[in-house]
C-alpha cells in the first residue's frame, strides 16, 4: 500500500519536471512539447498562405443560392482595385473597415489592454502577420450581367461623420454595383455598445428577377493565442447555437480533418468565433431560414457563417436585411441580453455545474466588495464554512491518526518479517481506536471540485481580467509577478504537513515534505487568483486542524 502511494507521488513529481520543462520551452520561443509545430513554423504557415478567397463556383456556372462554397469570385482584373479603409470610432471601439469588399479588417477594443503588452488595447479583428481575423458579407448568385456583389467588390463609402455624434451613433455607408445589382451595406455604431448594426439593401438594377444569397462569414486562423500555456490554456475556436441543437463548440482540426459536425439549418441562432475571454458573432435577423457552414480556405485558416436566400427580387425592387455583429468582452448579463443563448460562449467547461453558482456568489460579494482579490477571500470563506463539518470529521480521524503513530511504528516493527500480519494488525487498531484511514483526504477532496471549477471561474470571466488586489497583484487572472502567494502557499502546506500524521516509511515521508515545494514551483503559473483561494484556504485549514489536534493530543490515551 505504502509503495504504491511513494509511486504515484513519483509519477506526480514527473509530470510536474515535464510541465515545467515545457512552460519553459515555450516562454522561449521553442516548441511546445505538446504541440505539432513550433510558433516559427505556424508563422512561417500563415505567411505562406494562398488568397484567402472562399472557394468560388466554377467560372460560367450558376452559383446555387444557399451553397456555401459557391460564393462567387469576381474575373481578375488587369489593374488592381482601388482600396480604403475606413475607421470609425467610439467610446468603446476603433473598427477599420475596407472599401474593398466592405471588410472589417481590424477591432481594437478601446477598454481592454491586450494581453501581454498593456500600453497597447486589445485587438480582435486583424489581418497580416501571424494571425487572420476578418469579418466578410457578400452576395452569392449571378446574372447575365455577371457575379453580384461579395467581399471581393469595390465599394464607394458614402461621406459622413466617422466618429460619434451628438445623438450617440455613427454610420457608414458603403455601395457596390455589380451583375446588374447594387448591394448597400449600413453599419451602424452606438455609444457604450459592442454590437455593430449590419444592414444590407439588394437593389435590383437589371431588367430581370434576380434570387440573391446573402453571407455572413467569419474567418480565423488555427493559431492558439500568443499568451496560451499548458496551465493557462484556453479555447479558441467556431461557436455557434441554434434552439434545435443549442449550443455547439467546434474545433478547427475537426474543419481540417472533414469531422466537423454541426446544425447546418436553421431560422435563428448565431454563429461565432470565440477567443480567450472575447467573442465575435454574426446574428441574422432572426426567423429568416439560413444554411450554416464551416470550411478549410487555406492552410491553417478556417471559416464559419451563414447563407441566408433572400428570395426573388423584381426588376427596380429591392430587399433589406438586418444582422448584428457583436465583437466585445464575454460578458455574461451583456451577452444574455443580445441573443438566446450567447452567454453560453463563457465557457465553464465540464464544471460548468459548480462553476455557474460560484460565479453568481461572487457577482454578489463584488457588488458588496468592490474587489475581486477580497471576493475570492470572501468566497473562500464561505466555502470553508459550508463544508466545516465535512472537513471537522477529517481533522478530527487525522488527528487520531497522529495520537496513534507509535503503535503503528510499533506494529511495523513487530510484523515487519510478515506484510499479511502487519496489515491485519494495522486494520484492528483502527478499528479499536474508532480511525477512519481515508478520513484525512476529506478536507482535500471536497475542495478539488470547488479549485477546479474556481479555475475555470478565473479562466473564462472577462470581469476579472486585468482586476487588481492589492500592491504587486495587478490581475487576478495573472501568475503572481513576484511569486510571494506560490511560497506563501509552500509555507502553509509545509506547516499542514507537520500537522498530518507522519509516514511510517521514511523515504515517504522524506517525499511528503518535498511535495509542498514541488507544487509551490507549479503554482508559479496559475493565476494568482487561484492561488490566492488556496493560500486563503490552507491558512484556515491551518487554524480548524491545529485545533482539533490539540484537543486529542491532550486528551488521555487509550490502552
Given at each position: 500500500?505504502?509503495?504504491?502511494?511513494?509511486?504515484?507521488?513519483?509519477?506526480?513529481?514527473?509530470?510536474?519536471?515535464?510541465?515545467?520543462?515545457?512552460?519553459?520551452?515555450?516562454?522561449n520561443g521553442k516548441q511546445s512539447l505538446f504541440s505539432a509545430a513550433s510558433p516559427a513554423a505556424q508563422v512561417a504557415q500563415q505567411q505562406?498562405?494562398?488568397?484567402?478567397?472562399?472557394?468560388?463556383?466554377?467560372?460560367?456556372?450558376?452559383?446555387?443560392?444557399?451553397?456555401?462554397?459557391?460564393?462567387?469570385?469576381?474575373?481578375?482584373?488587369?489593374?488592381?482595385?482601388?482600396?480604403?479603409?475606413?475607421?470609425?470610432?467610439?467610446?468603446?471601439?476603433?473598427?477599420?473597415?475596407?472599401?474593398?469588399?466592405?471588410?472589417?479588417?481590424?477591432?481594437?477594443?478601446?477598454?481592454?489592454?491586450?494581453?501581454?503588452?498593456?500600453?497597447?488595447?486589445?485587438?480582435?479583428?486583424?489581418?497580416?502577420?501571424?494571425?487572420?481575423?476578418?469579418?466578410?458579407?457578400?452576395?452569392?448568385?449571378?446574372?447575365?450581367?455577371?457575379?453580384?456583389?461579395?467581399?471581393?467588390?469595390?465599394?464607394?463609402?458614402?461621406?459622413?461623420?466617422?466618429?460619434?455624434?451628438?445623438?450617440?451613433?455613427?454610420?457608414?455607408?458603403?455601395?457596390?454595383?455589380?451583375?446588374?445589382?447594387?448591394?448597400?451595406?449600413?453599419?451602424?455604431?452606438?455609444?457604450?455598445?459592442?454590437?455593430?448594426?449590419?444592414?444590407?439593401?439588394?437593389?435590383?438594377?437589371?431588367?430581370?428577377?434576380?434570387?440573391?444569397?446573402?453571407?455572413?462569414?467569419?474567418?480565423?486562423?488555427?493559431?492558439?493565442?500568443?499568451?496560451?500555456?499548458?496551465?493557462?490554456?484556453?479555447?479558441?475556436?467556431?461557436?455557434?447555437?441554434?434552439?434545435?441543437?443549442?449550443?455547439?463548440?467546434?474545433?478547427?482540426?475537426?474543419?481540417?480533418?472533414?469531422?466537423?459536425?454541426?446544425?447546418?439549418?436553421?431560422?435563428?441562432?448565431?454563429?461565432?468565433?470565440?477567443?480567450?475571454?472575447?467573442?465575435?458573432?454574426?446574428?441574422?435577423?432572426?426567423?429568416?431560414?439560413?444554411?450554416?457552414?464551416?470550411?478549410?480556405?487555406?492552410?491553417?485558416?478556417?471559416?464559419?457563417?451563414?447563407?441566408?436566400?433572400?428570395?426573388?427580387?423584381?426588376?427596380?425592387?429591392?430587399?433589406?436585411?438586418?444582422?448584428?455583429?457583436?465583437?466585445?468582452?464575454?460578458?455574461?448579463?451583456?451577452?444574455?441580453?443580445?441573443?438566446?443563448?450567447?452567454?453560453?460562449?463563457?465557457?465553464?467547461?465540464?464544471?460548468?455545474?459548480?462553476?455557474?453558482?460560484?460565479?453568481?456568489?461572487?457577482?454578489?460579494?463584488?457588488?458588496?466588495?468592490?474587489?475581486?482579490?477580497?471576493?475570492?477571500?470572501?468566497?473562500?470563506?464561505?466555502?470553508?464554512?459550508?463544508?466545516?463539518?465535512?472537513?471537522?470529521?477529517?481533522?478530527?480521524?487525522?488527528?487520531?491518526?497522529?495520537?496513534?503513530?507509535?503503535?503503528?511504528?510499533?506494529?511495523?516493527?513487530?510484523?515487519?518479517?510478515?506484510?499479511?500480519?502487519?496489515?491485519?494488525?494495522?486494520?484492528?487498531?483502527?478499528?479499536?481506536?474508532?480511525?477512519?484511514?481515508?478520513?484525512?483526504?476529506?478536507?482535500?477532496?471536497?475542495?478539488?471540485?470547488?479549485?477546479?471549477?474556481?479555475?475555470?471561474?478565473?479562466?473564462?470571466?472577462?470581469e476579472m481580467r486585468g482586476a487588481p488586489w492589492i500592491l504587486w497583484i495587478q490581475d487576478l487572472t495573472q501568475p503572481d509577478p513576484l511569486?510571494?502567494?506560490?511560497?506563501?502557499?509552500?509555507?502553509?502546506?509545509?506547516?499542514?504537513?507537520?500537522?498530518?500524521?507522519?509516514p511510517t516509511d521514511p523515504v515517504q515521508a522524506k517525499m511528503m515534505l518535498f511535495m509542498p515545494l514541488a507544487f509551490s514551483v507549479i503554482?508559479?503559473?496559475?493565476?494568482?487568483?487561484?492561488?490566492?483561494?488556496?493560500?486563503?484556504?490552507?491558512?484556515?485549514?491551518?487554524?480548524?486542524?491545529?485545533?482539533?489536534?490539540?484537543?486529542?493530543?491532550?486528551?488521555?490515551?487509550?490502552?
Amino acid at each position: 500500500m505504502e509503495l504504491n502511494k511513494r509511486t504515484v507521488l513519483w509519477i506526480v513529481f514527473a509530470i510536474s519536471l515535464i510541465v515545467l520543462w515545457n512552460n519553459w520551452m515555450v516562454a522561449n520561443g521553442k516548441q511546445s512539447l505538446f504541440s505539432a509545430a513550433s510558433p516559427a513554423a505556424q508563422v512561417a504557415q500563415q505567411q505562406a498562405k494562398p488568397n484567402d478567397v472562399p472557394a468560388a463556383a466554377a467560372a460560367g456556372s450558376a452559383a446555387v443560392p444557399g451553397t456555401p462554397g459557391a460564393i462567387p469570385v469576381a474575373p481578375v482584373a488587369p489593374v488592381a482595385p482601388s482600396t480604403q479603409r475606413i475607421t470609425i470610432t467610439t467610446d468603446v471601439v476603433k473598427v477599420d473597415i475596407d472599401t474593398l469588399g466592405g471588410v472589417i479588417k481590424r477591432l481594437e477594443l478601446l477598454k481592454f489592454a491586450d494581453d501581454t503588452d498593456k500600453t497597447r488595447n486589445k485587438v480582435l479583428f486583424n489581418v497580416g502577420g501571424p494571425n487572420t481575423y476578418l469579418g466578410q458579407t457578400g452576395l452569392i448568385g449571378t446574372t447575365a450581367a455577371g457575379v453580384l456583389p461579395n467581399h471581393q467588390t469595390p465599394f464607394v463609402a458614402r461621406p459622413g461623420a466617422r466618429s460619434l455624434d451628438a445623438s450617440g451613433t455613427v454610420q457608414l455607408v458603403m455601395d457596390a454595383e455589380q451583375g446588374g445589382v447594387r448591394l448597400t451595406k449600413t453599419f451602424t455604431f452606438r455609444k457604450g455598445d459592442y454590437t455593430i448594426g449590419v444592414r444590407h439593401d439588394v437593389t435590383n438594377l437589371s431588367t430581370a428577377p434576380v434570387q440573391p444569397s446573402l453571407y455572413l462569414q467569419l474567418q480565423h486562423d488555427g493559431n492558439k493565442p500568443a499568451n496560451d500555456s499548458w496551465f493557462m490554456s484556453s479555447y479558441t475556436g467556431p461557436t455557434m447555437y441554434t434552439e434545435g441543437e443549442k449550443y455547439q463548440k467546434l474545433l478547427f482540426e475537426d474543419i481540417e480533418d472533414g469531422s466537423v459536425q454541426h446544425a447546418t439549418k436553421s431560422n435563428n441562432g448565431w454563429v461565432a468565433i470565440s477567443q480567450h475571454f472575447f467573442v465575435s458573432a454574426f446574428i441574422p435577423a432572426d426567423k429568416s431560414q439560413r444554411d450554416i457552414f464551416t470550411k478549410k480556405i487555406a492552410t491553417n485558416l478556417y471559416a464559419i457563417g451563414t447563407v441566408q436566400p433572400l428570395g426573388t427580387v423584381a426588376p427596380g425592387a429591392t430587399v433589406s436585411t438586418d444582422s448584428r455583429l457583436y465583437s466585445g468582452p464575454q460578458d455574461e448579463k451583456t451577452l444574455e441580453t443580445i441573443a438566446p443563448g450567447l452567454e453560453l460562449v463563457k465557457d465553464y467547461g465540464v464544471l460548468t455545474i459548480i462553476a455557474k453558482p460560484i460565479f453568481w456568489v461572487m457577482d454578489h460579494l463584488y457588488s458588496l466588495l468592490g474587489n475581486w482579490g477580497w471576493t475570492i477571500v470572501a468566497l473562500t470563506v464561505l466555502i470553508k464554512l459550508a463544508f466545516f463539518p465535512l472537513s471537522a470529521a477529517g481533522y478530527r480521524s487525522m488527528a487520531k491518526m497522529r495520537v496513534v503513530t507509535p503503535k503503528m511504528q510499533a506494529i511495523r516493527e513487530r510484523y515487519k518479517a510478515d506484510p499479511q500480519k502487519m496489515q491485519q494488525a494495522t486494520m484492528e487498531l483502527y478499528k479499536t481506536e474508532k480511525i477512519n484511514p481515508l478520513g484525512g483526504c476529506l478536507p482535500i477532496l471536497v475542495q478539488m471540485p470547488v479549485f477546479f471549477a474556481l479555475y475555470w471561474v478565473l479562466q473564462s470571466s472577462v470581469e476579472m481580467r486585468g482586476a487588481p488586489w492589492i500592491l504587486w497583484i495587478q490581475d487576478l487572472t495573472q501568475p503572481d509577478p513576484l511569486y510571494i502567494l506560490p511560497v506563501i502557499y509552500a509555507v502553509s502546506m509545509f506547516i499542514t504537513t507537520k500537522l498530518n500524521p507522519q509516514p511510517t516509511d521514511p523515504v515517504q515521508a522524506k517525499m511528503m515534505l518535498f511535495m509542498p515545494l514541488a507544487f509551490s514551483v507549479i503554482f508559479f503559473f496559475f493565476p494568482s487568483g487561484l492561488v490566492l483561494y488556496w493560500v486563503v484556504n490552507n491558512i484556515l485549514s491551518i487554524a480548524q486542524q491545529w485545533v482539533i489536534t490539540k484537543k486529542f493530543e491532550n486528551a488521555p490515551a487509550s490502552k
